[in-house]
């Protein structure tokens, strides 16, 4: 997997302060994407485990909430061993920092195994997706923590245990 960018203080792609990473490589190609770079899964520079390290680095500072998964398509295939190493790792390490993935497929499809063979599992590292495919004609600059209105905000735990997707109402 490469990598765009590693943002070491972020505040706009998850609540306080986060560390984000953007992932390359995407299938959506949704018109209007504010990343449209990332989707070559080429573009950027190889993730390793030295960026790992880093993450797991700056993550630990207190002040830190969490780590945001972005791209790119953090779970596309191809992308979906990768992702999953790192959060294993960030789960282990550092248990108390939550994690966000944004995400272009559905939470229905993730969790029926339809998108790749990781996708149940990385699912249960995930504290809270954001799914949905941009669309450009939904656009609202007012919504929190997504681009348009189809996507959805989803508590993970919470979904999985109660077998249905519950939407996280506090960021709506």
Known sequence: MNYADIKNVDVTNGPGVRISLFVSGCPHHCPGCFNPETWAYDYGEPFTEREVGKIIEMLDAPYIQGLSLLGGEPLAPKNQAAVL??????????????????????????LDGRVGEHSQELLSYMDVLVDGQFQKELKDIRLRFRGSSNQRIIDVPKSLMEERVVVNSMYF
């Open 85 to 110: 190493d790192l959060v294993k790792q960030v789960k282990e390490k550092l248990p108390g920092k939550d994690i966000w993935c944004y995400t272009g497929y559905l939470f229905e499809d993730l």
